[in-house]
């Protein structure tokens, strides 16, 4: 697995993207390794689309691309017509303002280590890369269990902060 001090891999992946985004006749975009250079990323990837839990992370997920603090990309093995046609079902995802990722045979999945070899699908997993695309961290929770998008967020800040932050750090209280 990805871990800590790790860069991401090279990558060049298909997009849903943000209906805002969406140009007339392209519904698709790309990411790749080279994507935002300069800027914090939040990766993470999730089982399936079409599924009960994740439209609720990928909504948490996307008040942190809203927040500014990072730019969001979320993603599945499932292709990138699957996502569109899933946001164009789902009243609430149909605003999102991040791009989902597709990973069809899960090959992003597997270079990140979190490819469940078994169901062939991701694992939840969420990453938090620095500018420089370095990972400063990852955190893998079981299919049955949403993240919370809060304590990402948090995590990201106290990484942002540059200093020593307590477990229960908040953003604007000093640093240890």
């Given amino acids: 697995m990805i871990s800590i001090g790790q860069e991401l ?52 997920f996307d008040s942190i691309q809203r927040s500014g603090e990072a730019v969001v990309y979320g993603g599945s093995v499932d292709n990138e017509h699957v996502k569109l046609a899933w946001k164009r079902a789902n009243p609430e995802m149909a605003n999102i303002e991040h791009e989902l990722f597709s990973d069809p045979g899960g090959i992003f999945a597997r270079a990140m280590g979190v490819l469940d070899t078994t ?14 695309n ?23 800040l106290a ?3 540059g200093g020593l932050t307590s477990c229960s750090w908040e953003p604007g209280q000093e640093l240890l």
């Fill in 159 to 161: 990484l942002k902060a």
């Fill in 9 to 60: 891999p090279t990558v060049k992946l298909l997009t849903a993207l943000p209906k805002k985004l969406e140009p007339v006749d392209d519904a698709f975009g790309e990411f790749s390794n080279i994507s935002h250079p300069d800027k914090w990323k939040i990766i993470y990837c999730y089982p399936k689309d079409f599924t009960f839990i994740c439209p609720t992370e990928i909504l948490g």
């Fill in 119 to 132: 169901s062939g699908v991701a694992n939840r997993a969420t990453f938090i890369f620095d500018p420089k």
């Fill in 134 to 156: 370095i990972c400063q961290h990852v955190s893998v929770n079981a299919m049955d269990t949403g993240r919370n998008h809060t304590e990402i967020l948090r995590t990201l």
